[in-house]
């Protein structure tokens, strides 16, 4: 299946916006949901990730604590993303990824165990 992540755009400094992450034809309920950015010349890094319907656990990256919300929708197939206080540094490509597992917790950050990706949404925070 295939993930269509939007919701980016341009925001001023201290704005907020609210990424989306929509599954084109499976149920997401089994997997495992993450969001991930990937800034010009660095790696991409994880921002948080959110587990299946049996432990919907969440685990952020230090970085977006208090600042992002991850969410999901099981009726809408859909994952969110809520990011308040945007900051320039913030500014970078976003994804959002998917795999089935049970697995939830800081091993959610990482790119090596997700096998469905978006196509990512640009993010651009002015100063």
């Known amino acids: 299946f295939q993930l269509q992540a939007s919701g980016g755009g341009l925001v001023q400094s201290g704005g907020s916006l609210r990424l989306s992450c929509l599954a084109s034809?499976?149920?997401?309920?089994?997997?495992?949901v993450g969001w991930f950015r990937q800034a010009p010349g660095k790696e991409r890094e994880g921002i948080a990730c959110m587990g299946n319907v049996r432990s919907n656990g969440t685990y952020y990256a230090n970085f977006a604590k208090g600042r992002f919300t991850v969410s999901r929708d099981y009726a809408e197939n859909s994952v969110y993303l809520q990011m308040n206080n945007l900051k320039p540094e913030d500014t970078a490509v976003y994804y959002c990824?998917?795999?089935?597992?049970?697995?939830?917790?800081?091993?959610?950050?990482?790119?090596?165990?997700?096998?469905?990706w978006g196509q990512g949404t640009q993010v651009t925070v002015s100063s």
């Open positions: 990824a998917a795999v089935r597992t049970n697995f939830w917790g800081s091993h959610g950050l990482n790119t090596a165990p997700y096998d469905h």
């Open positions: 034809e499976s149920a997401l309920e089994d997997y495992l």
